[in-house]
């Protein structure tokens, strides 16, 4: 089985999902090969030393910001110069984006947001949850065309090993017109860690009574060094920022460990979260539904309960 996965980059280095493909793409066994498209190769080779088989790479200076159009052009012609049978990218905003327009353009069929990739026979079966996870689906592809696939973060971990070779290769230029030019890429200079790669989220939620009173849902993430989240009630309120909301609405997250700080544990924000591999949950009502999906609870006033947990760790892990 040929297997193709997307290696995205940030200003030239791929992100850190790209190792995650490669990891799921080795657990399916098969020949792998990665696409990386910038504007410069140089983050390739790491692609190529952690394992990503045959590193495909197209260098433009059109290829420097993501565009869905440009990128999906370019990806289809790889496409179909090395006819892979199952294309895996990142269920990012921009990997889904992409991998339901490649899809489309190649007439494959495509899964989305899996959380899981085996090989039953001679097919692959990807697992996606629906209904906020209370449902698991099983997505098996019949009929022609490569199966696409974007698979969730922190589900695989990242290759750090494994063979591979950098191949430049050359696509038509007309690829590269597109009605839609990036210029700038301006990024949010909260100076925080990103909330869907980070290993540690603290999030807050109405439970902390007042915007205030948020520094010390930071210091203890930092503490952590961890990303700030936060419940919706608190961003509808103006607390934080839409770009920390946790939830449906707001950013699937899949960290080792979530920190549920007076937040209920509404389906609305469950969803986004409780995939998490370790869920501890602070909040003064002992029957809040968040600690129905908790691993550990603590139930108290966070307004104590918080400091308390950030001298701890800062004296254990010097943070
Ligand atoms: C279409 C739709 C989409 C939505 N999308 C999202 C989404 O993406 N993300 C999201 O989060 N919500 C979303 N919601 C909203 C969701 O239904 C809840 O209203 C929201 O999650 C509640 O936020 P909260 O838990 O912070 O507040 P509350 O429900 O008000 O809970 C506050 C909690 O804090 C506890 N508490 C109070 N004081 C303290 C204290 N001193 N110490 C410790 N604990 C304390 C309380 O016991 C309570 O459990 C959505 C709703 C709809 C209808």
Redesign the pocket.
């Known amino acids: 089985m040929k297997i193709l996965t997307i290696a995205l980059q940030k200003e030239g280095k791929p992100i850190p999902a790209s190792y995650e493909l490669i990891e799921a793409a080795k657990s399916l066994g098969g020949e792998i090969m990665t696409a990386y498209l910038s504007d410069s190769d140089a983050g390739a080779s790491d692609l190529a030393s952690r394992g990503g088989g045959k590193v495909l790479t197209v260098t433009h200076d059109s290829l420097k910001f993501f565009n869905d159009e440009v990128y999906c052009k370019v990806l289809t012609a790889l496409i179909e110069k090395h006819q892979p049978e199952v294309v895996l990218g990142p269920a990012t905003f921009y990997g889904k984006a992409l991998l339901g327009r490649l899809a489309a353009a190649n007439g494959g069929a495509m899964a989305s947001d899996t959380t899981g990739l085996v090989i039953d026979g001679d097919k692959l079966v990807a697992t996606r949850p629906n209904y906020g996870g209370s449902v698991l689906s099983r997505i098996v592809k019949n009929g022609g065309g490569p199966f696409f696939a974007s698979v969730r973060g922190k589900v695989f971990p990242e290759s750090k090993e494994g063979a591979g070779e950098l191949i430049a290769e050359t696509v038509d230029g007309s690829v590269f017109e597109s009605r839609m030019t990036v210029k700038e890429r301006k990024v949010e200079s909260t100076g925080a860690v990103n909330l869907t790669e980070a290993d540690v989220i603290v999030s807050a939620?109405?439970?902390m009574?007042a915007a205030e009173n948020l520094p010390l849902i930071s210091e203890l993430a930092a503490a952590l060094s961890g990303a700030v989240g936060a419940?919706?009630?608190?961003v509808d309120a103006g607390w934080a920022p839409y770009s920390q909301?946790?939830?449906?609405?707001?950013k699937t997250v899949n960290p080792k460990l979530y920190l549920a700080v007076?937040?209920?544990g509404?389906i609305?924000?469950l969803v986004?979260m409780r995939s998490s591999l370790t869920i501890v949950a602070?909040?003064?009502?002992k029957d809040?539904p968040i600690f129905n999906v908790a691993n550990y609870g603590i139930v108290g006033?966070?307004?104590e309960i918080v400091p308390a947990l950030t001298s701890k760790f800062k004296s254990e892990l010097g943070g």
Request: without cysteine; positive net charge.
């Open positions: 939620g109405r439970g009574k419940s919706r009630a608190i909301q946790v939830g449906q609405t707001g007076g937040i209920s509404a609305q924000h986004g602070v909040n003064r009502d809040a006033d966070a307004m």
